[in-house]
């Protein structure tokens, strides 16, 4: 439908009613919007369409409505693999058409989208008269808050997400502080701005998550604190060696900025919102990619056990070079296959070998790490094509390592011979590694030049049906709906954190958080399941800071389709608990939050796909809490055989971590069940039909 041109005021509503966008056009022709929710402020009245750009005036005000339009959505798609089989995308949408009143009468056009489960908009730059493309200096979108809200957050790092959260209110956020810190290889926080998702809850109790969908060909948006006025403002992140924020041909979008709006902290995990603003499946069939579980060398170098250099002269956990006495190169045709057999007797279809190609003993210190990386080549001790021959015939499939050193240069110009390999030796899928500062000087990794890179990989490993788990990434958007090859990424301060950090690793409250604020932006591969959690006799000064329950449980809590079971064999050999994991499904059905708070607790409960079982898991921060469930989520009439692997009487992260119970029951939909876990602890659940 077509407006009235002469209107300054529209508004789209969700279509539940409850979340509604208004659009304002003020009488200096600028734009702004205001978010409601029942009728309450969420976002109050904030700047829209306001650019800085190169060699040509700010585009900010002085501008009149040429058109608007609106259309409504009610349908149903479906995921290749996920949390759930079917989403529903509903949504209404209103399209604001501006103009210049005065030359050079540029045109930018504003789209709004309204789900019940929160907003989404985004910008397009139509075709414009004697102009073929612009360069954005500055996008200076606002989010004015209606309160001090409490935050979770980590700092608008350029160059990694691999800090810890921070839990503080909205005038309180502090990222300059966050700048050093030892145990990060590469950081820079230009400005006291946060990365996306940050997650607030106002003091009535509504929740709230920002973030952005469809990042394509554009730079990664941080959200900088103009904490007198309770708002963000968009800060894009820059090319220092290019000296602008995003150059692009016209006509195009650029990503949406989203709002997740929860009346429950659960329904921020139910939300769909970023992977249904983002485009279909483009790929079709995709059925090449196997969700899984996977083991693979990679701890054992991370506790010291062996390197991933073959001349074992280097601690990659420390970044230091020492003498050693004898080999301890982990990737040995010896040892992957040790590993694959390991897999193959234990439902586990994956192996990941890192260390396996040359380049790792030229790679200490980040220094002329250009060239360094051969993705072709294996160490004289590794037969690639033999573990890939030997793991066929065991039912296990091998998982690729590219690390890239940060030099994606050199990266690019063997994607077509490393890619070929891969899909000569029939492996699908590839975990990648961006450490260290990028290569050339000026990059970093959350920039428009690297997003680029990211999605050249991406869509090379669609073109020979390789899936990619992206290292040091850029942060998901929901890409995976488009490109389901996109199965999994880390983008968080991970386990390995746990074996080698100085600061002691990640709190008991680290998880409870990254599952309301980075596990919201898509699939991490975090690498659960460590069952020596002191590291004996590895690592005397670290350990998890977790109960053995937990890492169960997390691997319900933390979705992935790839599913590391990440300890050394022997620490699972003969023990019980393990059982949970060969159990444990990837690939779901449905997902039911049961309960949760941010930063404290939350228990998810998920249906297999195909088999129908249900997996539970719950965990909590440095407190212990009592966790009831109702199974009313479960189908009438059926009974499961369930197996509850849950903290012991004295179980607690630090004193008494591997302490546990195994508890065998019936239930059904009618039954009720009070599980006590333990501080930094947690239960995980199997009920089989």
């Given at each position: 439908m077509s407006c009235s041109p002469e209107k300054s005021y529209y508004k789209v509503s969700s279509p539940d009613g409850k979340n509604v966008i208004e659009f304002i056009l003020d009488e200096n022709g600028t734009p702004h919007y205001k978010v409601l929710h029942d009728e309450k402020i969420v976002i109050d009245t904030s700047q829209l369409a306001n650019f800085d750009f190169q060699e040509q005036p700010s585009l900010n005000g002085q501008l009149k409505i040429l058109k608007t339009s609106t259309r409504s959505q009610d349908e149903y798609w479906e995921m290749p693999w996920g949390e759930q089989r079917t989403v529903k995308d509903n949504f209404n949408e209103l399209i604001i058409s501006l103009g210049e009143e005065k030359e050079p009468k540029r045109k930018i056009n504003v789209i709004f989208k309204a789900y019940d489960d929160g907003i989404g908009f985004r910008y397009q730059f139509p075709e414009q008269n004697g102009v073929d493309s612009i360069v954005i200096m500055d996008e200076n979108t606002q989010f004015k808050l209606a309160g001090d809200h409490s935050c979770w957050w980590i700092p608008g790092d350029w160059d990694i997400y691999e800090h810890l959260y921070n839990t503080t209110k909205f005038s309180e956020i502090d990222a300059i502080s966050k700048r050093d810190h030892p145990d990060l290889a590469q950081t820079y926080i230009p400005e006291n701005a946060v990365n996306t998702p940050v997650t607030m809850r106002t003091e009535a109790g509504l929740h709230l998550s920002f973030h952005e969908a469809n990042l394509t060909n554009y730079a990664d948006m941080t959200l900088k604190a103009d904490k007198e006025n309770l708002a963000f403002q968009s800060e894009l992140v820059g090319s220092d060696r290019l000296?602008?924020?995003?150059?692009?041909?016209?006509?195009?979008?650029?990503?949406?900025?989203?709002?997740?709006?929860?009346?429950?902290?659960?329904?921020?995990?139910?939300?769909?919102?970023?992977?249904?603003?983002?485009?279909?499946?483009?790929?079709?069939?995709?059925?090449?990619?196997?969700?899984?579980?996977?083991?693979?060398?990679?701890?054992?170098?991370?506790?010291?056990?062996?390197?991933?250099?073959?001349?074992?002269?280097?601690?990659?956990?420390?970044?230091?070079?020492?003498?050693?006495?004898?080999?301890?190169?982990?990737?040995?045709?010896?040892?992957?296959?040790?590993?694959?057999?390991?897999?193959?007797?234990?439902?586990?279809?994956?192996?990941?070998?890192?260390?396996?190609?040359?380049?790792?003993?030229?790679?200490?210190?980040?220094?002329?790490?250009?060239?360094?990386?051969?993705?072709?080549?294996?160490?004289?001790?590794?037969?690639?094509?033999?573990?890939?021959?030997?793991?066929?015939?065991?039912?296990?499939?091998?998982?690729?390592?590219?690390?890239?050193?940060?030099?994606?240069?050199?990266?690019?110009?063997?994607?077509?011979?490393?890619?070929?390999?891969?899909?000569?030796?029939?492996?699908?899928?590839?975990?990648?590694?961006?450490?260290?500062?990028?290569?050339?000087?000026?990059?970093?990794?959350?920039?428009?030049?690297?997003?680029?890179?990211?999605?050249?990989?991406?869509?090379?490993?669609?073109?020979?049906?390789?899936?990619?788990?992206?290292?040091?990434?850029?942060?998901?958007?929901?890409?995976?709906?488009?490109?389901?090859?996109?199965?999994?990424?880390?983008?968080?301060?991970?386990?390995?954190?746990?074996?080698?950090?100085?600061?002691?690793?990640?709190?008991?409250?680290?998880?409870?958080?990254?599952?309301?604020?980075?596990?919201?932006?898509?699939?991490?591969?975090?690498?659960?399941?460590?069952?020596?959690?002191?590291?004996?006799?590895?690592?005397?000064?670290?350990?998890?800071?977790?109960?053995?329950?937990?890492?169960?449980?997390?691997?319900?809590?933390?979705?992935?389709?790839?599913?590391?079971?990440?300890?050394?064999?022997?620490?699972?050999?003969?023990?019980?608990?393990?059982?949970?994991?060969?159990?444990?499904?990837?690939?779901?059905?449905?997902?039911?939050?049961?309960?949760?708070?941010?930063?404290?607790?939350?228990?998810?409960?998920?249906?297999?796909?195909e088999t129908g079982n249900w997996f539970i898991g719950s965990i909590t921060d440095e407190n212990s809490r009592d966790i009831s469930i109702n199974f009313n989520f479960l189908s009438d009439g059926i009974e499961y055989k369930a197996s509850l692997y849950r903290d012991g009487d004295d179980a607690h992260w630090d004193k008494n971590p591997t302490s546990y119970k195994i508890d065998q029951m019936t239930i059904t939909n009618e039954s009720e069940l009070t599980v006590h876990l333990a501080e930094g602890g947690g239960f995980a659940m199997s009920l089989m039909k």
């Open positions: 000296g602008y924020k995003v150059k692009r041909e016209l006509p195009f979008h650029t990503p949406w900025r989203t709002i997740q709006i929860a009346e429950k902290a659960g329904d921020l995990i139910e939300s769909k919102l970023i992977v249904n603003l983002n485009e279909p499946n483009k790929l079709g069939d995709v059925s090449w990619f196997k969700p899984k579980k996977y083991v693979g060398i990679w701890w054992e170098m991370h506790l010291g056990k062996s390197t991933w250099d073959m001349e074992a002269t280097q601690d990659m956990t420390t970044y230091t070079t020492s003498q050693a006495s004898g080999s301890k190169h982990g990737a040995t045709t010896e040892n992957a296959k040790r590993y694959i057999d390991f897999a193959s007797q234990n439902n586990i279809t994956g192996v990941l070998v890192e260390g396996w190609n040359t380049g790792w003993d030229h790679w200490i210190g980040f220094v002329d790490r250009e060239g360094v990386f051969d993705f072709v080549t294996p160490y004289a001790d590794y037969d690639l094509k033999e573990v890939v021959k030997y793991g066929k015939e065991k039912g296990v499939e091998l998982i690729m390592h590219h690390e890239t050193s940060a030099a994606p240069r050199t990266y690019e110009k063997q994607l077509d011979t490393a890619y070929a390999l891969m899909q000569k030796l029939g492996i699908h899928s590839v975990k990648t590694g961006y450490v260290g500062k990028i290569i050339p000087k000026g990059e970093y990794h959350h920039g428009q030049w690297m997003v680029n890179h990211y999605r050249r990989v991406l869509l090379k490993g669609a073109d020979t049906q390789v899936a990619i788990n992206a290292h040091e990434p850029i942060k998901a958007t929901g890409i995976r709906r488009t490109y389901p090859n996109a199965i999994a990424r880390e983008g968080l301060r991970g386990q390995e954190f746990n074996a080698w950090a100085s600061d002691g690793g990640n709190p008991p409250e680290h998880l409870p958080i990254v599952a309301f604020t980075r596990m919201l932006a898509g699939p991490i591969d975090f690498t659960p399941g460590v069952f020596n959690i002191k590291l004996s006799p590895y690592k005397e000064n670290n350990q998890i800071n977790t109960t053995l329950s937990q890492q169960l449980a997390l691997y319900v809590v933390i979705y992935s389709p790839i599913q590391m079971a990440c300890d050394l064999p022997e620490s699972y050999e003969g023990h019980p608990a393990f059982q949970f994991i060969r159990d444990v499904g990837v690939d779901w059905e449905q997902t039911k939050v049961l309960n949760g708070e941010v930063g404290d607790f939350v228990t998810i409960a998920r249906e297999e796909r």
